[in-house]
């Protein structure tokens, strides 16, 4: 139980074009979601928090008009990158939460903007 | 503030050989530590925890104990198997505010017949 998945799982889009990465929780609703970067070789990095119906809480230095976050239902988040840029490529990985405390990732997503 | 440093891989063990991989940290409050485990082509999965100061956390014969005294948390398993092969991911949260976890860089460990 507690499955968490991502799609696409590897994403490759041109400059200046947007992107959507899709964060599902497929056996359990979840009360909240998170999103994470991932540098190589680096932490994970969380970007935002998002709550079902409610807007994203977005961590300092993250910007909120390029990272999109729409959590529309209790097993779905989507992330949009928009306007992609080079510096954008990275690994993105979501977590989903239910009412517990712990938190199920999934299994990442890895975008490279040429 | 609040950070993790753990120790950098990679590490290569032959099966049945101990493992640490050392893990500390800077946090304001009282944290929670984590060990983590990320399997190839998988998500992270929570392997152990440990909510308060002397709190050892064990999981599949991996163990740490939550060191105060020296903001440690080091993993540690006596025996590993080619299966625990995975990346090793140590992280904190601040107590207070639910998903807020900091983790460290992860250490890629190896496993060779």
């Known amino acids: 139980g507690a499955v968490v998945s991502q799609h696409p799982s590897w994403v490759i889009c041109k400059s200046g074009t947007s992107v959507k990465i899709e964060c599902r929780s497929l056996?359990?609703?979840?009360?909240?979601m998170f999103w994470y970067r991932q540098f190589p070789k680096q932490s994970l990095m969380l970007m935002a928090t998002?709550?079902?119906?409610?807007?994203?809480?977005?961590e300092q230095g993250v910007e909120k008009d390029k990272f999109l976050i729409n959590h529309a239902s209790l097993t779905l988040s989507t992330l949009t990158v928009t306007s992609a840029h080079p510096e954008d490529s990275s690994f993105y990985i979501c977590?989903?939460?239910?009412?517990?405390?712990?938190?199920?990732f999934g299994p990442g997503t890895r975008l490279t903007v040429t | 503030g609040n950070s993790v440093t753990q120790m950098e891989g990679p590490v290569t063990l032959s099966e049945e050989a101990f493992l640490t991989i050392n893990c500390t940290y800077t946090?304001?409050?009282?944290?929670?530590l984590f060990w983590y485990v990320q399997y190839p082509g998988e998500g992270l999965q929570l392997l152990l925890k440990?909510?308060?100061?002397?709190d050892k956390g064990s999981n599949k014969g991996f163990e740490a104990t939550y060191r105060k005294e020296t903001t440690s948390f080091h993993l540690e398993k006596g025996s590993v198997q080619v299966s625990d092969s995975a990346v090793y991911f140590c992280a904190l949260d601040r107590g207070s505010t639910l998903g807020r976890l900091y983790f460290g860089r992860g250490t890629q460990l190896t496993v060779w017949p």
């Open positions: 977590s989903a939460s239910p009412a517990s405390y712990e938190q199920y």
């Open positions: 946090a304001t409050g009282y944290p929670s």
């Open positions: 998002s709550n079902e119906g409610s807007k994203a809480t977005y």
């Open positions: 056996d359990f609703q979840a009360t909240t």
């Open positions: 440990a909510t308060k100061a002397d």
